[in-house]
């Protein structure tokens, strides 16, 4: 069974993943060490070489290199995938605003109907003061002529509240 030194310097227990990612990463450093050897030299490394990288790759410093650029890694994915995440809810959310709100206001229909209802309620209370303006005595004329006045007037603020909304 053979030892790896570089693999027990870096990761610290079996739940470290910022060591397993560093650990990769000084793979991935190994690898393209041999291919660049290999491309510029035609040949494998030899026995100097290998000796010359282990000898780089395992000082104090080049070991915290590969964990920190683990971390850095490690940071970069978890912030990706927190952004995605959070895009996708504000998303739902958004969608499910305009649902209620679409729900929540009358439709034009309604809204039309609700007018011509309260128009009508009024013509209607307009003529019954009218009746009794025309068949009581003179101060219970005046009355419902001030009266018949004030809702003209409510109706004419009524109105104008319905022209803003629509």
Do not use: W
């Not at 190994?30 to 290999?38: A, S």
């Not at 040949?43 to 070489?49: H, L, Q």
């Amino acid at each position: 069974m053979r030892y790896n030194f570089i693999y027990d310097k870096l990761v610290q227990n079996r739940n470290d993943l910022i060591g397993i990612i560093a650990y990769g990463i000084y793979k991935q450093h190994k690898i393209e060490f041999i291919t660049g050897i290999k491309e510029s030299k035609n040949r494998e490394p030899n026995e100097e070489e290998c000796n010359a990288f282990f000898v780089t790759s395992t000082t104090d410093s080049q070991l915290g290199k590969y964990r920190n650029d683990a971390e850095i890694l490690l940071t970069e994915v978890v912030l990706r995938t927190a952004e995605e995440e959070i895009n996708a809810r504000e998303r739902e959310i958004l969608l499910d605003y305009k649902k209620n709100i679409k729900e929540a206001l009358p439709s034009n229909f309604k809204t039309i109907a609700l007018s011509v209802i309260s128009s009508f309620i009024f013509s209607a209370i307009l003529a019954i003061f009218f009746i009794l303006g025309m068949t009581s005595e003179k101060e219970i004329k005046d009355v419902a002529e001030k009266a018949v006045t004030t809702i003209i007037q409510q109706q004419g603020i009524i109105a104008d509240s319905l022209q803003v909304q629509k």
